[in-house]
């Protein structure tokens, strides 16, 4: 094989590879821009078997949010006095799954909300938010992220679980206190999966 | 087939003459009795006159609902003869089919024949449905006559008063054309349709519900709840349907003769599959469920969109479908509600967020660039939300409507308030290569959201669509950043992703959606 051979062979390879990385760039940017990318097998099968490892929703999470809520209440009151309170209904949703485990049979977290009619002055919110986050670190919820409004009237604190749920402190106009709790498999849902696996 | 049209048409006559005499002889009846004051005087006279006079409007009434008899006739009879006329070309087709069959050795490995086999099998399935169809139409006109006659103690005024510009009950809004029939209805805008579903009986309704529920959970201006009964009624018949169609096909077909048709009918099943894992969330309506075309249409609210003064319709770009995209946009669509609940510091009742796979968006990014996929999808969007404003429990000036367009969608959701007379309030795109071009309703407020590392960025200077969202155009962009001050986290949204729960992004789109403007955070160049 003469030098020109070994040279076109040279340029071939590198006009393929190229093609070939180009194809995968492509690939990898439609999915992303298309949303295609819907969760793989393993990555279902890996959150049905950490689900699997835990406790079950009714013995870990139900009930859980609307104690937490009553205890943000209860303390945000005795530092500012009553507060006239409108609550949402307590809804079993999958909130607190992330969407890989929110595609899982029985997945589901609780959230419990409830709207303070009172209006706190700056530094009042400042105090709210540590009363919050206080409260929250002992349920387990402690990774803060916080937004402002545009008009800096408004913050609120987002307190995250490593588990995914989370817990909100809103105040503005009135103070926003919600919980969700970590997701979790109902009872029937692990004895259904364990039987199987039987 | 021993329908006989010419039939079915000269009873719609005899009806018709029937219903002239009715009417005219209740008009005779009470003129007579009003005249008779004129030379017959007593205490009980007036009492006798008074008596007497429904009579003329009970006849009058009567002879309006036997008109809409003779027009569902006269419209099933034309159906059916329209349909045996394809019956005959069918036949005629199925004798060459047979003709054919017969001469080969053994038709069942020629793939044209089989192919042949399969296409007559279609026809007559689908003959068969619009036969069925047809009859339903006509029931149901007929059952939505006589039920409320039977409710209300002989009255057939039970209709109240007719959609606004179709007149009232002396001026033609008997006329069934403009009442009942699946053409006058597809024909009608939102309100209208809205109007006349208000002025049904309830018995009326639930004949509509139970003998069309196809066309009542597909007609935008049908309230909410009435929808998502309808659509939910029609799945497990529809996924009964498809299964046992794609079941009923051979190796060959499924795999070589009829792939397209395989894949169609898989994609169907796993879209009603994507459908139930919605549904099953709870608090959920199904507005949109349409199998009949190539595709699957669907979408699902959260929350009841009648009763929330917060409406927002999120609707998905490149690569959006109902089989691969509804779970996903359902769970957006479910944390955004409850975020612009917080947000807009009001109950969860008060926000309503619909996921919208309504049209058939580009599957890849290469057909992206082509602006066709909105151009098609535009009224379609354009009617629901026409619709949700037609049944929402708020007057026009209290609703706050807000459209949402990830990616392609902006051009979509763009395209659809170039009507001025749109209900939308805000429309928000994010992830945008290009808008369709203005000018747009301008009572619409107009957002947008561009993160700092999506790659549609590359759509945008590359110029693949001429019109962007720009601020001399009274646009707003809003900030997308996240920032740490005081050793706080403020999050940024990242690559093409827009909804993620707890970014700046979320949290704009939803001070938007909660009505909130005040609270927006504007981007600021430079930052």
């Known amino acids: 094989m003469g030098p020109r051979s070994w040279a076109a062979l040279v340029l071939g390879i590198v006009i393929i590879g190229g093609l070939i990385w180009g194809g995968v760039q492509v690939v990898r940017i439609n999915d992303e821009l298309t949303g295609s990318g819907l969760p793989q097998v393993s990555e279902v099968e890996a959150a049905r078997v950490r689900l699997l490892s835990l406790g079950s929703f009714e013995e870990e999470a139900e009930g859980t949010s609307s104690v937490l809520v009553a205890e943000l209440r209860a303390t945000l009151e005795a530092e500012f006095g009553p507060i006239v309170w409108e609550h949402d209904p307590v809804r079993q949703s999958a909130g607190g799954c992330s969407s890989v485990e929110s595609t899982l049979d029985g997945a589901v977290s609780e959230r419990s909300r409830s709207l303070g009619l009172m209006t706190l002055d700056s530094e009042q919110k400042s105090r709210a938010s540590e009363l919050v986050a206080e409260v929250s670190a002992r349920y387990g919820f402690s990774e803060l992220t916080t937004i402002i409004s545009g008009d800096g009237s408004q913050r609120v604190d987002d307190l995250r679980s490593p588990g995914g749920g989370v817990v909100t402190l809103v105040v503005g106009r009135s103070v926003g206190v919600s919980a969700t709790t970590d997701c979790r498999l109902t009872r029937e849902q692990i004895s259904l999966l364990r039987s199987e696996a039987w | ?527």
Not at chain 2, 40 to 56: C, D, I, K, R
Not at chain 2, 423 to 444: K, L, M, R
């Open chain 2, 1 to 527: 087939m021993a329908l006989d049209a010419s039939a079915i048409s000269d009873g719609a006559v005899d009806l018709r003459r029937a219903a002239g005499r009715v009417g005219d002889d209740g008009v005779q009846v009470s003129n007579g009795w009003r005249a008779l004051t004129d030379v017959y005087q007593s205490p009980v006279a007036p009492v006798l006159v008074t008596a007497m006079e429904p009579v003329g409007q009970g006849a009058s009434e009567m002879s309006g609902a036997m008109q809409t008899a003779t027009v569902a006739l006269d419209d099933y009879a034309r159906a059916i003869s329209s349909l045996q006329t394809r019956r005959h070309s069918v036949a005629v087709d199925a004798e060459v089919f047979a003709r054919a069959a017969t001469a080969s050795p053994d038709w069942r490995i020629e793939p044209a024949l089989r192919a042949h086999q399969s296409s007559l099998q279609q026809s007559v399935a689908t003959l068969e449905s619009d036969f069925d169809d047809a009859r339903q139409q006509c029931v149901a006109v007929l059952d939505g006559i006589v039920t409320p006659a039977v409710q209300t103690t002989g009255s057939f005024a039970s209709t109240g008063q007719g959609p606004e510009g179709l007149g009232g009950p002396g001026d033609g809004w008997w006329d069934p054309r403009h009442l009942f029939t699946r053409s006058s209805l597809d024909a009608m805008s939102p309100a209208e349709v809205n109007a006349w579903w208000t002025s049904l009986s309830p018995a009326a309704r639930a004949t509509y519900l139970t003998t069309s529920p196809q066309m009542i959970g597909g007609l935008d201006g049908i309230p909410a709840a009435v929808r998502d009964a309808a659509n939910r009624s029609r799945l497990d018949r529809e996924l009964a349907r498809l299964t046992a169609e794609r079941d009923a096909m051979g190796f060959f077909e499924r795999n070589v003769a009829q792939r397209t048709l395989s894949d169609e009918l898989n994609e169907k099943i796993d879209a009603i599959t994507a459908i139930y894992e919605a549904l099953r969330k709870g608090d959920r309506q199904l507005l949109v469920f349409d199998v009949s075309g190539r595709e699957a249409f669907a979408a699902v609210g959260v929350g009841d969109v009648d009763a929330a003064l917060n409406v927002s319709v999120l609707v998905g770009g490149t690569g959006t479908s109902v089989e691969s995209g509804l779970v996903q946009l359902d769970q957006d669509s479910m944390k955004m509600r409850e975020r612009a609940a917080e947000i807009g510091e009001v109950s969860l009742m008060e926000v309503a967020v619909v996921g919208w796979v309504g049209y058939r968006a580009p599957s890849a990014l290469w057909l992206a660039h082509d602006p066709r996929y909105a151009v098609n999808g535009r009224a379609d969007l354009e009617s629901f939300v026409q619709g949700v404003g037609a049944t929402s429990i708020h007057p026009s000036k209290d609703l706050n409507l807000t459209l949402g367009g990830h990616s392609y969608a902006a051009m979509l959701v763009t395209s659809s308030v170039l009507d001025a007379t749109t209900p939308v309030d805000s429309i928000a795109t994010y992830g945008t290569p290009g808008i369709a071009s203005g000018p747009f309703a301008p009572q619409v407020d107009k957002y947008w959201l561009a993160n700092s590392d999506d790659p549609i960025r590359a759509a945008v200077v590359a110029g693949v669509f001429t019109d962007q969202p720009n601020v001399d155009d009274g646009w707003t962009e809003l900030d997308t950043s996240q920032r740490e001050i005081g050793g706080t986290t403020y999050l940024r949204g990242n690559d093409h992703k827009y909804l993620q729960d707890g970014s700046m992004t979320q949290y704009n789109l939803a001070a938007l959606i909660a009505g909130r403007k005040d609270l927006l955070v504007p981007y600021e160049s430079g930052k």
